[in-house]
């Protein structure tokens, strides 16, 4: 049975994208599609098909998430980026096993997890295919700079595993400022020469920003994800990508109603409402996906107008004003995220309103959300390569700037005020 909201992804923008990101790589340079967190919220299961037709690879975070590919009948290379600490023995060692069982490419980060998961490879006769995850600045998982070429030498001398490929990840490719990145890289090329010989192995470091503003760090391999699903990864690119969101979110209305002047709306009575009103309820809420703090700054698209979102957001439905819309009735689709970037309602103007990125937004998409690939909806073109921004960041930085399009607050709107703060 399917649910109320449904997430329709276009197919044909899917495809585009992953050409548009092609397009940008030297020859011979892999591409291989990340798609952890279920696509970063797009459900995997219907898109991977489409992915997998044009991507050379494919990277998730988790073994488990690997395991959920391979069961879907994906048969090319699928590397794990989460270092478990095989060292420690017990359900790290257990998850390894499953990877060599299914031929996951593990992710290495510490010389102590080499021999454990060299004897567990011969106990399962299993040669593994190990990628070098290397620490050049991200301060996350990965070994230190100083620390590599000996993780990689014990790697090379445990007879069963593979070294096939070793890379890093960039902390700061998304800035205006490129200074960090390109610190981060020269660190990696250090490495790189330290361990040759490299014939065979995957070179790779390039995530989506790196791939459209760093085209030097493409190397063997890039790891695009955001772009993919046709969002950029910041808005201070110099050479963006000209890819376009593949998601279009959707609900019908399942109630009508008229409330009088003076009525409130939603939990806590915030908004209420100053002409007689016709409005609609719509299933969909932050148990979807649909942050609470959008209350008063969101609307949806009814019948090609925008309707505003009315009082508080309820876990599991939203009060839509719809006295405006004409012709809106019971079982018509609202429209509760758009995939025309310049939408009130995009990923990306709602990731500017909530201060955040759009991969939170689109993580957010609850378990009630039932996921059907559509040929194409209509789509403006994708935005000038000269757009400028920024979403969201920990720090304020001098970087270029836009405003978010939103909805005017229920304090500003004319027929509705808020009654409480």
Known sequence: MEHYLRAELSRRAVTQNLRVIRSR???????????????YGHGLSALLATIAAGADALAVATVPEALAIRQAGYEGPILATMAYGVSTGGEALDIAAEAMRCRIDITLAAAADVMPLAKLAGRLKARP??????????????????????????????????????????????????????????????????????????????NSAAVADMPHTALDMVRPGISIYGYPPSWELASPLPVRPILRLVAPIVQIKSLAAGSTCGYGSLSRITRDSRVGIVPGGYGDGISRQLAGRYAVGVNGKMAPVLGRISMDQIIVDLTDVAGAHVGQTAELISPDPAAPNSVANLARILG???????????????????????????????????????????????NATEVPSPADAVHHEVVKA
């Not at 790589?25 to 696509?39: E, H, I, Q, S, Y």
């Open 25 to 39: 790589l030297p020859a011979g340079c892999r591409l291989c599609a990340v798609v952890k967190a279920d696509a």
């Open 129 to 206: 295919d190990v990628h070098v995850k290397v620490d050049t600045g991200m301060g996350r998982s990965g070994v230190a700079p100083a620390d590599a070429p000996e993780l990689v030498a014990a790697v090379r001398s445990a007879a069963p595993l593979h070294l096939a490929g070793i890379y890093t990840h960039f902390a700061a490719s998304d800035e205006f400022d490129k200074s960090h990145a390109n610190q981060q890289f020269a660190r990696f090329q250090r490495v790189l020469r330290k361990v040759q010989p490299l014939t065979g192995v995957l070179r790779h470091a390039a």
């Open 356 to 402: 955040t990125i759009p991969y939170e937004v689109t993580c957010r998409l609850g378990r009630r959300v039932t996921y059907k690939v559509v040929s194409d909806f209509d789509l403006p073109a994708p935005p000038p390569a000269n757009t400028t921004g920024s979403f969201a960041s920990d720090t304020q930085r001098q970087t270029p700037t836009v």
